[in-house]
């Protein structure tokens, strides 16, 4: 299977956008849970997001529902999270990880087999 490559974060002021892209997403042979998490500064990680390629169903935190979307983009193995309304606790290492599953259960506890180096996103007030 492919590495997870995350990219996307940046630096951005309250209100503002990104898009955060997991490359070699879903490259395995069976259905999987992909899923985002983030690692605000001297806090432990959080799930963010995930997504069941098996039956695409997603799932959100709810401190970021209605503004984080996870889009699934199977011909280019990439799942991305499209982030909206940026707050400052938004700011975080964020990861993407994958297991093998059916559905995603679970999916917020850290419980993953392949995990990306990360991506850094700065939200400024």
């Known amino acids: 299977q492919m590495q997870l490559a995350e990219s996307g974060g940046g630096s951005v002021q309250a209100g503002g956008s990104l898009r955060l892209s997991c490359a070699g997403s879903g490259t395995g042979s069976s259905t999987s849970c992909i899923a985002w998490f983030r690692q605000p500064p001297g806090k432990e990680r959080e799930g963010v997001a995930a997504?069941?390629?098996?039956?695409?169903?997603?799932k959100y935190a709810d401190s970021v529902k209605d503004r984080f979307t996870v889009i699934r983009h199977g011909a280019k193995s990439t799942l991305y999270l499209q982030m909206n309304s940026l707050r400052p606790e938004d700011t975080g290492m964020y990861y993407c990880?994958?297991?093998?599953?059916?559905?995603?259960?679970?999916?917020?506890?850290?419980?993953?087999?392949?995990w990306g180096q990360g991506t850094q996103v700065t939200v400024s007030s």
């Open positions: 990880a994958e297991r093998e599953a059916s559905v995603c259960s679970n999916w917020w506890k850290p419980s993953y087999d392949r």
């Open positions: 997504y069941a390629t098996g039956v695409g169903t997603t």
